[in-house]
């Protein structure tokens, strides 16, 4: 079926760096932009990038533009977010999800876990 | 502060109907259409509703959406306890060239 499935998240030091992968399944990867959505603790959804189906054009939101880069590997279904510089404001629930064309999330994974602390 | 605004919270009974409101601007909302998201806490979001009012498969027509000018709503008929959930309204904003949310309105079926 339809999965995406987070991995990569832990536990990071102020100023630290880490990889986060999402690997698709169930349907064609490359078809489709891609995108990071977190979830801080206790608060709401937060856009952090996305990405075109052919690896180009990315996006990011001011929070994490310049820190966070997103790639992607069609060849291997797989996404990443490499985050740097990461702060305490960056502790949050990652999800990997695919966007409909007018940006509509319709398929989420079950999220990896960030957390920033020293 | 969210780019778009919501209520923080909502509450009906069984059996009656919520709606849920969520308020932009003309480069957001006026421009673009509105999805919804359900949330029960502890689990990734859920698509309930797209271009502002369509249904992914799968989602009961007791979920509903529509849109007028910078405002959209989420209307929920029929309460079931199960509907206990966070709600999120998401859509593009064209000014910002991101993707910007509501805060999310908890709904409290008593």
């Known amino acids: 079926q339809v999965q995406l499935v987070e991995s990569g998240g832990g536990l990071v030091k102020p100023g630290g760096s880490l990889r986060l992968t999402c690997a698709a399944s169930g349907f064609t990867f490359s078809d489709y932009y891609m995108s990071w959505i977190r979830q801080a603790p206790g608060k709401g959804l937060e856009w952090v990038s996305h990405?075109?189906?052919?690896?180009?054009?990315?996006k990011y939101a001011d929070s994490v533009k310049g820190r966070f880069t997103i790639s992607r590997d069609n060849a291997k279904n797989s996404l990443y977010l490499q985050l740097k510089s990461l702060r305490a404001e960056d502790t949050a629930v990652y999800y990997c999800?695919?966007?409909?064309?007018?940006?509509?999330?319709?398929?989420w994974g079950q999220g990896t876990v960030v957390t920033v602390s020293s | 502060q969210s780019v778009l605004t919501q209520p923080p919270s909502v509450s009906a009974a069984p059996g009656q109907k919520v709606t849920i409101s969520c308020s932009g601007s003309?480069?957001?909302?006026?421009?673009?259409?509105v999805a919804w998201y359900q949330q029960v806490p502890g689990t990734a979001p859920k698509l309930l509703i797209y271009e502002s009012n369509k249904r992914p498969s799968g989602i009961p027509d007791r979920f509903s959406g529509s849109k007028s000018g910078t405002s959209a709503t989420l209307g929920i008929t029929g309460l079931q306890t199960g509907d206990e959930a966070d709600y999120y309204c998401g859509t593009w904003d064209t000014g910002l060239s991101a993707v910007v949310f509501g805060g999310g309105t908890k709904l409290t079926v008593l």
């Open positions: 990405i075109s189906n052919s690896n180009t054009y990315p």
């Open positions: 003309r480069s957001n909302i006026g421009s673009n259409y």
């Open positions: 999800a695919r966007p409909t064309g007018d940006f509509a999330f319709d398929i």
